[in-house]
């Protein structure tokens, strides 16, 4: 590499061409019908969008979310596009995805977007977003325990490679006292305090889902104040199920951890909100169960540097991705340079967490951009002393960052 202008160059080349694996998402795949979600009306009801309206605007939300849904549409763009710029991420994310599908950005009639996805086939829609992202495939998030989902799963699932399913076990961790019944109607003889043949039960019944599924890992989202250490229900289904289940199948245990559920009821999904964690809760499971493999994110800001000081510890403890309200080109920039200072390329610098299909262009865009130039600068700082910086270390390091990583932590 001769120069800084050539080495920029190349980064961003690297980044914006590598076929990404999207490791965490909350898309279906087509076959799930409703469960697809994508056009202007569900980008603009994203949670994330709600919130800051209500800032804005004169309504409670329940009046808010007792209207349609295009209502609720047409209220975001008037708060949000029209009456003020759209400058905060979520709203920019919108922005972005308009200018990436050739739209007019500056058509201020939401109707022009709304006829723009009521034109589009949808499978050519699909391809087009994923060729604008640059995907290999997205990892969904698959609960066997919602019945509209596992109805498709028993008749109407349609494999499809760009689509891989994650089993999903919030449930079972965080809500035993409903999901026991469940369990019990689907014939598996579970009990509410574990006892008889509880326990090898529940085993059974994740072995099916995995297989079913051909899941690439379990994955549950936990509170701030999550314990390993309070001999809890939860504590004991992940000790004597989840794990060995997980060994037994070869393949990670993903922990999202904190997420403060409902600070405001009112708001529904953007009523959430985020607080520290403990992290003698990963120094446990990593040290204590040397056999399973761990992926995690954390969601407070304050976690990050312990984070990753834990997985320089422990080569069974993958970090990935900037989670939720860390999903933003500032905290991206200052979370990766951290990562790369004390782990080199090993972790996984970020993943979607898409609940919109559109939303894919837009966050990978944004991610893509603030994840090159700290490569650049790193690879950068490498060229100065006179250390020979080849294009093909750096397509290596950027595969293995947006993939490889992923795929080989998985396997081995």
Known sequence: MKNISELVRVVEKAVRTVKITDIHTHLFSECFGSLFLYGIDELLTYHYLVAETMRQIDMDAPSFYRMSKSDQAQCVWDALFIKNLPVSEPARSIITIFNKLGLDVNNKDLNYYREYFRSIPLKDHIDRVFDIASLKCVVMTNDPLDKTENAIWESGYVKNERFKAALR???????????????????????RDLSGNTIEEIKRFLIESIDRMEALYCAVSLPPDFSMFDGSIRTRIIENCILPVCRQKNIPFALMIGVKRAVNPELGLAGDSLAKTDIKELEYLCSNYKSNKFLVTLLSLENQHELVITARKFSNLM??????????????????????????????????????????????????????????????????????????????????????????????
Not at 169 to 191: A, P
Not at 343 to 352: A, D, E, R
Request: some cysteine; overall charge negative.
């Open 169 to 191: 076990v919030d449930r079972i961790l965080n809500d035993w006292e409903d999901s026991h019944l469940q369990l019990q109607q689907m014939g598996f003889d579970v009990h």
């Open 319 to 412: 970090i990935f991705g900037c989670w939720w309200y860390l999903n933003s080109p500032y905290l991206i920039d200052q979370i990766t340079r951290i990562r790369l200072e004390w782990l080199g390329t090993s972790f996984i610098p970020q993943h979607s967490d898409c609940r919109v299909f559109e939303q894919l262009i837009s966050k990978w865009e944004h991610s893509k951009t603030a994840i090159s130039k700290v490569l650049a600068d790193k690879y950068n700082g490498l060229m100065e002393m006179g250390y020979n910086v080849t294009e093909e270390q750096i397509l290596r390091d950027v595969e293995n960052l947006f993939g490889g990583n992923f795929w080989r932590f998985c396997s081995k």
